[in-house]
């Protein structure tokens, strides 16, 4: 019998919905549970990223350690998922033959079967194909804890980046149907979710269908969830740049549901590094879209994902970056070293920018940005916010911890029948870079 599954997973958001998504599928199919503990797992999973070789490498030295329990305990089944599988395929038991399972971030539905198969043929599982949406008509519906959820609204992305392995290893871009999006969202308000993120690489390219065959666009689709009862503050990730539209600006004039911090990632501010990223935007497009949705939403808070060190990226190209830095003045940013990744256009450029330049200009990067991040902490004293209470704090006995909508975790002096709910405060207090804490309940929701 199997019952414990034990998942790790690396890099993005998207692979975090994928792990709950297959706890929920092992349950619904083997009763089973998910553990915390990789020892006492019956079967283990590891939900793999390949955006950096950084990532990559982790693989394979995790799965060395899992090999040792699966030494001690044969019967144990492993399973690799996720981009690494997607693109290695077959080769992954190659490396580690110890493996019994490799799916790709588009078969972790069939999960079950290849489980059951593998203990009935004992032989291993390699399935890493693009069956279009049909991932989502076979998941049970998701179960939560807590009041925030993450819910997968397109898979894939079709914009071939010249850096990036996503349109790869997740296939090309699909919309999920708008029906199952409004189904699943309803269902997680059923149980208490009061924030949704809407996940997808590209969601602003999002092409859902209405019944009548009409397209609905992202934020049609927005409109559709800020109505759903329960569903107090909506997120989501990550918008491209080339279809932050008109209406999406719109969007954040009409809906109060919309939080006030969008990820909006631009990879670099120089021209001509963003054309040989094939981005297919100018700075100066981008930074006329930010302007537009500034006016639309004054108190907004932008982040960013940075590619530092492009091949061939000079110390111009840097200076415009941090130009653009100080145009948009960005709240936060994930920015990472370039990574030359197998088979993408950009690993076929020369490169004659060092090592040490890319370190040392990422580090002149991130300390900008942290001074930003620090700054809009400093300016919420006094303002007033509103909080998603999540839960009890670990630290302050007698206090809430809640989340503002630019992402600040905000200590609330409140009695425990108030977590779930939205309230207004004023910050009196700013204590670290990302926490503050609140002085006064101004408004408690119904
Ligand atoms: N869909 C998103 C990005 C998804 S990948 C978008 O439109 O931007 C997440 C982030 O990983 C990217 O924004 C990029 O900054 C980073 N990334 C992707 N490939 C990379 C590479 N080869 N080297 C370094 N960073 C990379
Ligand atoms: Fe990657 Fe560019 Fe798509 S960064 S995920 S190819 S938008």
């Given at each position: 019998?199997?019952?414990?599954?034990?998942?790790?997973?690396?890099?993005?958001?998207?692979n975090?919905?994928d792990?709950?998504?297959?706890?929920d599928?092992?349950?619904?199919?083997?009763?089973?549970?998910?553990?915390?503990?990789?020892?006492?797992?019956?079967?283990?999973?590891?939900?793999t990223?390949?955006?950096r070789?950084?990532?990559?490498?982790k693989?394979?030295?995790?799965?060395?350690?899992?090999?040792?329990?699966?030494?001690?305990r044969?019967?144990?089944?492993?399973?690799?998922?996720?981009?690494?599988?997607?693109?290695?395929?077959?080769?992954?038991?190659?490396?580690?033959?110890?493996?019994?399972m490799?799916?790709?971030p588009?078969?972790?539905?069939r999960?079950?079967?290849?489980?059951?198969?593998?203990?009935?043929k004992?032989?291993?599982?390699?399935?890493?194909?693009?069956?279009?949406?049909e991932?989502?008509?076979?998941?049970p519906?998701?179960?939560v804890?807590?009041?925030?959820?993450?819910?997968?609204?397109m898979?894939g992305?079709s914009?071939?980046?010249?850096?990036?392995?996503?349109?790869?290893t997740?296939g090309?871009?699909?919309?999920?149907?708008?029906?199952?999006?409004?189904?699943?969202?309803?269902?997680l308000?059923?149980?208490?979710?009061?924030e949704?993120?809407?996940?997808?690489?590209?969601?602003?390219?999002?092409?859902g269908?209405?019944?009548?065959?009409?397209?609905?666009?992202?934020a049609?689709?927005?409109?559709?969830?800020?109505n759903?009862?329960g569903?107090?503050?909506?997120?989501?990730?990550?918008?491209?740049?080339?279809?932050?539209?008109?209406?999406?600006?719109?969007?954040?004039?009409?809906?109060p549901?919309?939080?006030?911090?969008?990820h909006?990632?631009?990879?670099?501010?120089?021209?001509?590094?963003?054309?040989?990223?094939?981005?297919n935007?100018t700075a100066?497009?981008?930074?006329q879209?930010?302007?537009k949705?500034?006016?639309?939403?004054?108190?907004?808070?932008?982040?960013?994902d940075?590619?530092?060190?492009?091949?061939n990226e000079?110390?111009?190209?840097?200076?415009?970056t941090?130009?653009?830095?100080a145009?948009?003045?960005?709240?936060?940013?994930?920015?990472?070293?370039?990574?030359?990744?197998p088979?993408?256009?950009a690993?076929?450029?020369?490169?004659?920018?060092?090592?040490?330049?890319?370190?040392?200009?990422?580090?002149?990067?991130?300390?900008r940005?942290?001074?930003?991040?620090?700054?809009?902490?400093?300016?919420?004293?006094g303002?007033k916010?509103?909080?998603l209470?999540e839960?009890?704090?670990?630290?302050q006995a007698g206090?809430?911890?809640?989340?503002?909508e630019?992402t600040?975790?905000?200590?609330?002096?409140?009695e425990?029948?108030?977590i779930?709910?939205f309230?207004?405060?004023?910050?009196g207090?700013?204590?670290?870079?990302?926490?503050?804490?609140?002085?006064e309940?101004?408004?408690?929701?119904?």
């Open positions: 019998m199997l019952k414990k599954v034990y998942i790790e997973t690396q890099g993005c958001q998207m975090e919905y792990s709950s998504r297959m706890a599928l092992l349950g619904e199919s083997h009763g089973m549970v998910r553990t915390e503990n990789p020892e006492e797992a019956d079967v283990l999973l590891m939900n990223c390949s955006i070789e950084k990532a990559q490498e693989v394979f030295s995790e799965l060395g350690r899992w090999r040792k329990l699966k030494e001690k044969p019967d144990i089944v492993i399973g690799v998922g996720g981009c690494v599988a997607s693109q290695e395929g077959d080769s992954i038991r190659k490396r580690a033959s110890y493996v019994d490799v799916f790709g588009q078969t972790l539905h999960l079950p079967k290849m489980l059951e198969e593998r203990q009935h004992k032989i291993a599982i390699v399935d890493i194909s693009f069956p279009d949406i991932k989502f008509d076979f998941l519906e998701p179960k804890e807590g009041y925030k959820a993450y819910v997968s609204i898979e992305c914009k071939y980046c010249s850096f990036c392995v996503v349109p790869y997740r090309e871009e699909v919309s999920r149907p708008f029906d199952d999006i409004i189904a699943e969202i309803v269902h308000a059923s149980q208490g979710v009061r949704v993120t809407l996940l997808g690489q590209n969601v602003n390219g999002y092409r269908h209405y019944h009548d065959g009409e397209i609905c666009t992202f049609e689709l927005l409109k559709h969830v800020a759903i009862d569903i107090g503050r909506i997120r989501y990730t990550t918008s491209h740049p080339l279809e932050f539209g008109d209406d999406l600006i719109a969007a954040y004039q009409e809906l549901q919309l939080v006030s911090h969008v909006l990632p631009v990879q670099s501010g120089s021209d001509a590094v963003l054309a040989a990223m094939k981005r935007h100066a497009d981008y930074l879209r930010i302007q949705l500034k006016a639309a939403r004054p108190d907004i808070h932008i982040s960013s940075f590619i530092i060190g492009f091949p000079t110390d111009d190209d840097f200076i415009d941090m130009n653009l830095i145009e948009v003045d960005y709240d936060h940013s994930y920015s990472f070293i370039y990574s030359k990744r088979g993408t256009p690993a076929e450029l020369p490169d004659s920018v060092s090592e040490e330049t890319k370190k040392e200009r990422l580090a002149r990067l991130k300390e940005i942290k001074l930003n991040t620090l700054r809009k902490t400093q300016a919420m004293l303002t916010q509103r909080i209470l839960k009890t704090s670990d630290r206090y809430l911890v809640g989340t503002a630019n600040r975790q905000v200590l609330v002096a409140a425990a029948d108030l779930g709910r309230v207004d405060v004023t910050i207090d700013i204590l670290s870079i990302n926490t503050v804490k609140a002085s309940i101004l408004w408690v929701e119904a």
